[in-house]
C-alpha cells in the first residue's frame, strides 16, 4: 500500500509500505493493505512504518529505526486510508 506522511512545514514520507500502525484517538491500531477505509484522529505518539522502506537524507534523521520498522513521532494529526492509498496529516 502506498503512505503518505505530511507535516505543515513538508512531506515526510510518501513510498510503498507493507503496514501502519498509528496511535489513534481512540486507541491505536495496525493497518495492512486493504484494509477497510478508514478516517481517524490521531494523539500524541508514534506513526510506524513496516517494509522495505527507502528513507532518503532529507528525510532519514526525523525517523527512528526500531527492530523491523521506522518510527516518526506526531504530537497529533489525523489519518485517512481509501483504496490501498494512507494518508497521515501530523503535527
Known sequence: MYLEIITPELTVFKGEVDSVYVPGTNGDFEMLNNHAAIVSTLKKGFV??????GLNDTNKFLFEKKGKG???AIKSGTIEMNAN???VLAD
Open 85 to 87: 492509498k494512507v494518508i
Open 48 to 53: 510506524k512504518i513496516f517494509g522495505d522502506i
Open 70 to 72: 521506522y518510527w516518526y
